[in-house]
Nanobody
Framework: QVQLVESGGGLVQTGGSLRLSCTSS????????MAWHRQAPGKERELVAH???????YYADSVKGRFTISRDNAKNAVYLQMNSLKPEDTAVYSC?????????????WGQGTQVTVSS
């Protein structure tokens, strides 16, 4: 059974920092691309950042220079360090694992963790 469990969300003031963690079980973690997505109320889910199996990273323009994604394959975990938080960062943040093998794509999602940034 695959599980992705996020933690680290909470309430923070504008300019503050949070570190999200996502621990996984049931998958061969080091072959998966890991990503963080977020969804704010009334908005579509958006990709925040992802980190591939070789460590290459991508960031949405809205978080470049403020957020850092990292992974620890020994701990089957991915992290999102969020600095200089803004009210518009308020959303449910979800962890996503993705792997494509031949013609089959594997996608797994966590339940999400709430991040609220007060102005």
């Amino acid at each position: 059974q695959v599980q992705l469990v996020e933690s680290g969300g909470g309430l923070v003031q504008t300019g503050g920092s949070l570190r999200l963690s996502c621990t996984s079980s049931g998958i061969t973690f080091n072959i998966y691309t890991m990503a963080w997505h977020r969804q704010a109320p009334g908005k579509e889910r958006e990709l925040v950042a992802h980190i591939s199996r070789d460590g290459s990273v991508y960031y949405a323009d809205s978080v470049k220079g403020r957020f850092t994604i990292s992974r620890d394959n020994a701990k089957n975990a991915v992290y999102l360090q969020m600095n200089s938080l803004k009210p518009e960062d308020t959303a449910v943040y979800s962890c996503h694992a993705q792997y494509t093998a031949k013609h089959t794509e594997y996608n797994y999602w966590g339940q999400g963790t709430q991040v609220t940034v007060s102005s």
